[in-house]
């Protein structure tokens, strides 16, 4: 079993950066790693992911602003997020899939507010 522990969430003001941090809890082949958000009322959405090999996806609604990042020795997914908009108010949950099967983090709430 492998626990992912999410740190960075918190509150923003709109136009603010936030780095958001997904360690697994142990060593691991991870192929694929990514954030995902559901706010209120809505489904989840995937928001960037980012493979092995460094190669990157995003979600239209955050290219250009959120960056998605890796250290394949640490385990560790990375997305700094910055020019924030209330709208990217969510729980913000990272993903990490292996050759078995994937895991979720327990999610850490993203708030942008003035």
């Known amino acids: 079993q492998v626990q992912l522990a999410e740190s960075g969430g918190g509150l923003a003001q709109p136009g603010g950066s936030l780095r958001l941090s997904c360690a697994a809890s142990r060593s691991i082949f991870i192929y694929l790693m990514a954030w995902y958000r559901q706010a209120p009322g809505k489904q989840r959405e995937l928001v960037a992911a980012?493979?092995?090999?460094?190669?990157?996806n995003y979600a239209d609604s955050v290219k250009g602003r959120f960056t998605i990042s890796r250290d394949n020795a640490e385990n560790t997914v990375y997305l700094q997020m910055n020019s924030l908009k209330p709208e990217d108010t969510a729980v913000y949950y990272c993903?990490?899939?292996?050759?078995?099967?994937?895991?979720w983090g327990q999610g850490t709430q993203v708030t942008i507010s003035s």
């Open positions: 980012i493979n092995r090999g460094q190669n990157t």
């Open positions: 993903k990490v899939t292996t050759a078995l099967q994937s895991y």
